[in-house]
């Protein structure tokens, strides 16, 4: 039970730090990012390759694919996100469905398809009520959390993170002050992008990593991002460990079906809280940027 | 100051605004009335920088803003305060201030001592949340909020709109206020704020501009400027 439980956290934990950047996409430029999928499973790929070069330091390593990714990051912001704000839902679907299909290719390319195994950075295993955990796991968890904190404060009383807070409200307020919005969008969007990397080094040594992780956790962070509230970071927490928990659970009882009950979550949210409202938000926007 | 010389605007292939021409010296306050639909916050889009004219130009002391995004308007000393009262509800009165000081270069406490200038009651609620503010409140927030960093060029939506008589005194104590100090087009129903204010009044029907008032004795007359309405 507690391993299940320590597993929950562990899957909640990194699908929040995986959202963050989705859910902050969606709130201010109502875009659908599926590239956020690319950046994470190209990061861990380079996490991968640099593993042995920084004599497997895993903190090193990590830092270096994280800094490795900002400029990718920008420059899909630059390019890609900034110019599909205001068109059609679909176009930004499909362009950034694109650039997540050509991150898997290139990745196949350079790596190859087998598997990347990673090994525990910590390999301390613990003994909790006569169950062995792994210390690492706790470790991911507790990330998570004071990640979660170190947001709030950035969001609370920085004054780049008033405005994104002022903009995922309202944008055109911010611009009437006389702020260029999509400077800060393009922060907060390399910020997330730099996040999505550190999820997926976290979750590498507890998977394993392929060309089509990103895939993968997308379906699952657009569920959490749904179920937590576009833009609303603090259901983004919530969601992701109540996802993580519904995954480590089902799994418990029946792994085939993991994956499916957060659909089924999803879906019941979204029954409650009508998906129409969703896509209207989405369709809704302002035709001028 | 400010001179918007026939413009159209259209939203998508739907054209609003026909051949607008309309003009601001400095120091002047002017009032623009007229029904719903006339086109007056199409008009002060436009000017903010929200919407581009399809025909004609704006220009500000001299220099051409039409082509400009909002923020590089607001930049040049405009200031827009839109009709919705949509503050920054999920920061406090303090932050909302904060933005636009960060915004305009200007010091904080100037900043907050120029909003609390205009309500002092803001004192007590700085560190509340502003989604929490009462209507009249928020307007008072959104035209404090304008005015930080000292703008040339103030653009007020219906300041009054849906606000109690009383809360309406105070915008209005505060709109005569400024008077003196800036230069502003206001948007406005409440005729009776209108004809004590203005210096002169533009008149829109159907996406144009039907009269200019300038005579004093015909901007007191609401009795008359209520058949435009
Ligand atoms: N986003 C939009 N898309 C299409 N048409 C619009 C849009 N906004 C306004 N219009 C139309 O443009 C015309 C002018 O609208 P506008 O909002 O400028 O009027 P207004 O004078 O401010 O009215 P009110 O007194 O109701 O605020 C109206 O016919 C309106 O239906
Ligand atoms: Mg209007």
Redesign the interface.
């Known amino acids: 039970m507690i391993d299940t439980i320590l597993y929950g956290l562990t899957i909640g934990a990194i699908l929040y730090i995986f959202s963050i950047g989705l859910s902050i996409t969606f709130g201010t430029m109502q875009i659908v990012n599926f590239a956020h999928g690319m950046v994470y499973s190209l990061g861990v790929y380079l996490f991968i390759s640099f593993l042995p070069w920084t004599l497997r330091i895993f903190p090193l390593a990590m830092a270096l694919a994280i800094a490795a990714m900002l400029p990718v990051a920008y420059l899909i912001e630059r390019f890609i996100i900034r110019r599909l704000y205001g068109e059609s839902l679909d176009y930004a679907i499909i362009a950034t469905y694109a650039v997540l299909l050509i991150g898997a290719d290139l990745i196949k390319y350079i790596w190859g398809t087998a598997p990347q195994p990673v090994s525990d950075p910590i390999g301390v295993p613990l003994v909790v009520l006569g169950v062995v955990i792994q210390l690492y796991r706790v470790v991911v968890f507790l990330s998570a959390v004071v990640l979660f904190f170190a947001l709030r404060i950035f969001f609370t009383r920085h ?1 780049i993170g ?2 994104v ?2 903009a ?3 944008r ?10 999509n400077k800060y969008f393009s922060i907060a969007f390399v910020i997330g992008s730099g996040l999505a990397v550190l999820g997926g080094v976290l979750y590498a040594p507890i998977t394993t990593s392929e060309p089509y992780m990103g895939f993968h956790i997308l379906l699952l962070a657009f569920a959490v991002v749904i179920v937590g509230g576009m833009g609303n970071l603090t259901g983004t927490f919530i969601s992701a460990f109540v996802l993580g928990m519904v995954i480590a659970i089902t799994g418990r009882v029946y792994s085939s079906a993991a994956d499916t009950m957060v659909f089924v979550v999803m879906a019941l949210v979204l029954l409650k809280n009508p998906i129409f409202s969703f896509v209207r938000r989405l369709r809704g926007r302002p ?2 940027g | 100051m400010l001179e918007v010389n026939s413009i159209d605007v259209a939203y998508g292939h739907a054209k609003v605004l026909h051949d607008v021409s309309i003009k601001l010296n400095q120091g002047e306050m002017v009032f623009v009335v007229g029904r719903n639909g006339a086109g007056k916050t199409t008009l002060l889009k436009t000017i903010a920088g929200f919407l581009k004219p399809t025909q004609g130009q704006i220009s500000l002391e001299g220099q051409g803003i039409s082509g400009l995004a909002p923020e590089q308007v607001a930049r040049r000393g405009v200031r827009y305060v839109a009709q919705d009262k949509k503050v920054f509800s999920d920061l406090t009165v303090k932050g909302n201030i904060e933005l636009a000081a960060y915004a305009a270069g200007e010091p904080l406490e100037q900043a907050l001592a120029r909003v609390m200038s205009l309500y002092p009651k803001f004192k007590d609620f700085l560190q509340n949340k502003a989604g929490g503010l009462s209507g009249g409140q928020r307007e008072i927030l959104l035209i404090g909020r304008a005015l930080v960093g000292e703008p040339k060029l103030l653009l007020i939506d219906e300041p009054t709109e849906g606000l109690a008589a009383i809360v309406i005194q105070d915008i209005f104590r505060i709109l005569s206020g400024m008077k003196e100090t800036v230069s502003g087009i206001i948007v406005e129903q409440n005729l009776s704020v209108v004809s004590r204010l203005a210096d002169r009044i533009y008149i829109m029907k159907e996406g144009k501009i039907e009269r200019e008032l300038t005579d004093p004795a015909e901007i007191k007359n609401t009795a008359e400027l209520e058949n435009y309405l």
């Open positions: 004054v008033k405005i807070v002022a995922l409200e309202d055109d307020g911010v611009r009437a002050l006389g702020l260029d919005v035709a001028h």
